[in-house]
């Protein structure tokens, strides 16, 4: 992950986010399989980079993908969380119920190759590229499993978590 703070640069469809981090997640087998000997529980480290070719290194020495897979924003006012939620809504419509969490919805959003978690229990908003995902389970820390349909959870966390390659 590589967080921006302050995110002053970015918005949401228009909405600034300079009152809170984005943080981007990159695809790396080495944090896969980091994660898989920590029981899926994984280890944080964090970076600061403040140029391309610092960000580039830190790509390179985890053999992260180039491409950005998904990014999280932070929502942590109630008024932000607000006026998030109703932008999602306008875009995308109502929503599914994440039955993991107290206030969680998501998007699945095939046609755009795209899954939105809206997670205020957590202060998140996750919007994740699902072209090199499951397309029937998606698992984190804070959503808990979400069954997209049919998802077969031993299978999900094999191939998650290389639990069967270690």
Known sequence: MVEVRPSSTYSF?????????VIFQLNSPTFRKDTSMHNGVGQYVGTRVKSNQALDSVINSYKADS???????GIKT???????????????????????TDHGLYWNLKNKQRLILYAPDYDR????NTNNLSKTCY????????????????????????????
């Open 13 to 21: 469809n228009g909405i600034p986010l300079d009152s809170t981090e």
């Open 67 to 73: 491409a950005i897979y998904g990014y999280r924003i």
């Open 78 to 100: 109630a008024q932000m969380q607000a006026r998030m939620l109703k932008e999602l809504i306008k875009l995308y419509g109502p929503g599914t119920k994440n039955p993991n």
């Open 125 to 128: 908003i996750i919007v994740l």
């Open 139 to 166: 698992q984190d820390n804070m959503n808990g499993v979400i069954d997209l349909g049919g998802c077969n959870i031993d299978q999900y966390f094999d191939e998650l978590y290389f639990r069967k390659k270690l």
